[in-house]
Structure formats: structure tokens, C-alpha cells
């Protein structure tokens, strides 16, 4: 389902019924990996076996939904998506590829070939090149840049593990990568970590002194997987998530302009 934040008539937040409202509601009972915005749309992705089988457009205005089906030879699975302005790049480690999607002609092409990365990986835009991280049998970082469909790959301490179903996201030139599964120690993961900046003027030099260090101000409320999230402007909004058999619908927002020796109190997740 998708839901829609309504206005309440009390200043404060409360847990009346009339906070959210159902929408209308897909097929598929899972989705990979998150909501897309593009226009006047919410875009969603399902497996190729499952639901709808396609891409599914939520028309905000409408509130109503259409499918755009996989053509026969397109079979994404577990995968991650990540927008780039009216297209959506999917990447796709069942068939080992990436496949572009076009919002406006709604079409399908696969633009490149990847490695076996495994199950559930990480993806997100910075300075018009795709960051691919984790999945079930990846320990590299893959950099695609989407002007010249070449695929290049770093290796750093970061990566040395398998880690799976992080949420990956770009602010101020920087890569922030939070929550998930590591396989490698068989273990969910509390941690926020920070790349160095990545300067668009210097990126290559960039990429090869690329760091991590963990943000403790920042670090989850516990460890978790499978939650959504959204940037807004300097807010990161976590929407529910997993704990090994526990599963959560709480909401917390982290405002990522806070600095870690803030003193007012709005350093960490706020609940």
C-alpha cells in the first residue's frame, strides 16, 4: 500500500486514525528496493516473477495505478533502483546487468553487464555516475558513469566485507551508507558510515583516496534491514524496518546538517 500524510487539527503529532489514509494498493507484497520519484509519479519496481510483474506507476494525482510489464528478455530480481531524470536505472543482479527504463516511452534496455554481485545491493546517484555497493557476493565498489556506459570498480576497506540491503545515499559530495545485513559476520548493522568527498573537478584522484568513517552521532536506534527511507533537503526519514524476527513501524528523521557536537539536542534520530 501507499499512504499519504494528512493535516491534523492538533498542533501536535497524535495517533489518531486520521493522520494517514490508504491509497490505492499494488499486487506485489514486495517491492525492490524503493519508491522513485519522477514528475508527477511514484515509480516502483517488482520482480519479474511476482505481482505485476513490471514497473508500477503511481499517478499522484489520480491516485490510481498502471503497469509497464518486462518484456520477456528483462527478468530483474532482488535488485536496486535509482532514478536519473526520467529514466530509472535498475541493476539487476539476477541477470548480472544494468537495465535502463524509460519513464516517458516506457521501454527497457539493458546498457551493461555486471559481475556476480549476489542478492540485494545498494545503488544511488552522485555527480551523474551510479554507486553500486554490497550485495550477497560483492566486495568491490562499481562506478557506472551514465554518460559514457563504462563501468569501473574500487576496492577499500569498506567493502571487504559482504554486506547486503543497505540504504546507500549521496549528501554535500559524500556517500552515506547505514543499516543492512553483513553476511561476513552474520550480523544486522547499526552503523552510519561516511565516504571522503568526492569532488566532481577531481573525481578520479577522488575515487582513489576514497575513505569511510563511521558517523557515531548518527548510528541507528538499534540494527535493522529492509526499512525504507527518504532524503529530504538535510533530513533522512526512516520508515519502518526489520530486527530478525521483530519487525518495526516506527518512524525516525535524522537531520544530517547537525553537527555532531550540537548541543540542542537534534544530533541522532529523533523519534
Known amino acids: 500500500f501507499l ?14 486514525s486520521n493522520e494517514w489514509t490508504t491509497l490505492a494498493a499494488q499486487q506485489a507484497l514486495t517491492v525492490w528496493d524503493k519508491l ?3 514528475g508527477d509519479s511514484i515509480w516502483l519496481s517488482t520482480a519479474y516473477d511476482h505481482g ?27 535488485q536496486t533502483c535509482c532514478g536519473y531524470g526520467t529514466y530509472i ?23 551493461a553487464k555486471l559481475p556476480n554481485i549476489g542478492d540485494y545491493p545498494s545503488v544511488c546517484l552522485l555527480h551523474d ?42 549528501y554535500h559530495d ?7 545485513w553483513n553476511e561476513s559476520k552474520h550480523a544486522l548493522i547499526a552503523d552510519v558510515m561516511q565516504s571522503s568527498a568526492i569532488d566532481v573537478a577531481d573525481i578520479y584522484a577522488a575515487y582513489k583516496r576514497l575513505s569511510w568513517s563511521p558517523c557515531s552521532a ?23 524496518g526489520t ?11 535524522l537531520n544530517l546538517a547537525a553537527a555532531d557536537d550540537d548541543a540542542s539536542g537534534t544530533q541522532g534520530w529523533q523519534h
Not at 536505472?89 to 546498457?111: C, E, G, S, V, W
Not at 530486527?243 to 525516525?252: E, H, R, V
Open 3 to 16: 499512504y499519504k500524510k494528512m493535516k491534523s487539527s492538533s498542533s501536535a503529532l497524535s495517533s489518531t
Open 36 to 38: 522513485i520519484h519522477i
Open 52 to 78: 505485476e510483474k513490471g514497473m508500477i506507476e503511481y499517478h499522484i494525482k489520480s491516485d490510481r495505478i498502471t503497469v509497464t510489464p518486462y518484456p520477456r528478455h528483462i527478468k530483474p530480481a532482488t
Open 89 to 111: 536505472f535498475i541493476i539487476n543482479p539476477y541477470q548480472h546487468n544494468i537495465i535502463q527504463f524509460d519513464t516517458r516511452k516506457k521501454t527497457f534496455l539493458a546498457t
Open 129 to 170: 555516475q551510479l554507486h553500486i555497493i554490497g550485495g550477497t557476493k560483492n566486495r568491490k565498489h562499481f562506478i557506472y558513469n551514465l554518460s559514457t556506459h563504462k563501468l569501473m570498480s574500487i576496492k577499500n576497506r569498506f567493502t571487504a566485507d559482504f554486506v547486503d540491503s543497505m540504504a546507500l545515499l549521496a
Open 174 to 180: 559524500r556517500l552515506l551508507a547505514f543499516g543492512g
Open 218 to 240: 548518527h548510528t541507528l536506534p538499534q540494527p535493522m534491514l529492509n526499512f525504507g527511507y527518504v532524503l529530504f533537503r538535510d533530513y533522512v526519514v526512516l520508515f519502518g
Open 243 to 253: 530486527m530478525g524476527t521483530q519487525c518495526s513501524d516506527d518512524i525516525y528523521t
